[in-house]
T-cell receptor, first 117, second 115 residues
Framework: GAVVSQHPSWVICKSGTSVKIECRSL??????MFWYRQFPKQSLMLMAT?????????EQGVEKDKFLINHASLTLSTLTVTSAHPEDSSFYIC?????????????FGPGTRLLVL | AQTVTQSQPEMSVQEAETVTLSCTYD???????LFWYKQPPSRQMILVIR??????QNATENRFSVNFQKAAKSFSLKISDSQLGDAAMYFC????????????FGTGTRLQVTL
């Protein structure tokens, strides 16, 4: 149980285009999902907390208009990188909590590698 | 704000031996959770072990165990009988309680396992 998937696993796009990344909880419902960014050889940095049916909560310094988050169902959250630029190239990871088990442990997706040319 | 410190950027252990990864944290809360996650080269984050701060007993999961010292705000991970598959980046993480709980990660320790 507690499996989280992400799609796509990697994407290359041109500068100025938008890219959507999907995060799905496969065998459980997740009212809360999290989006992280990880640069090479660095730790995970929380970008935002995605709440089903309400607006996402963004961490300080994260542009909400740049990184659009939608959590329209209990099993799907999406992150859209709008007008992507090379500095947005990174590894994006989502996580979700299985509240049937506990409210505290986050289960992570396999990540999405984004390269903006 | 909570902070998590992993002072060992890299560690090495021989196969079948035991290694301990260090983690310290800072918080003013009395109730919280601590985690160790493993990130192998695939970059999939895998939960290794978790500890509830209100529990005095150290958590164990097969070959993995923790030494949780609440007063010292220390949370080390011991890996016994190390295997080649244990080679990965290990992240210590602090989590608030409640439905809005967030994780704060340390900078990670890269573990090498040698023959």
């Amino acid at each position: 149980g507690a499996v989280v998937s992400q799609h796509p696993s990697w994407v290359i796009c041109k500068s100025g285009t938008s890219v959507k990344i999907e995060c799905r909880s496969l065998d459980f419902q997740a009212t809360t999902m999290f989006w992280y960014r990880q640069f090479p050889k660095q730790s995970l940095m929380l970008m935002a907390t995605s709440n089903e049916g309400s607006k996402a909560t963004y961490e300080q310094g994260v542009e909400k208009d740049k990184f659009l988050i939608n959590h329209a169902s209990l099993t799907l959250s999406t992150l859209t990188v709008t007008s992507a630029h090379p500095e947005d190239s990174s590894f994006y990871i989502c996580s979700a909590r299985d509240q049937r088990l506990d409210q505290e442990t986050q289960y992570f997706g396999p990540g999405t590698r984004l390269l903006v040319l | 704000a909570q902070t998590v410190t992993q002072s060992q950027p890299e560690m090495s252990v021989q196969e079948a031996e035991t290694v301990t990864l260090s983690c310290t944290y800072d918080t003013s809360e009395s109730d919280y959770y601590l985690f160790w996650y493993k990130q192998p080269p695939s970059r999939q984050m895998i939960l290794v072990i978790r500890q509830e701060a209100y529990k005095q007993q150290n958590a164990t999961e097969n070959r993995f165990s923790v030494n949780f010292q609440k007063a010292a705000k220390s949370f080390s991970l011991k890996i016994s009988d190390s295997q080649l598959g244990d080679a990965a980046m290990y992240f210590c993480a602090y989590g608030d309680t409640g439905t809005a709980s967030k994780l704060t990660f340390g900078t990670g320790t890269r573990l090498q396992v040698t023959l």
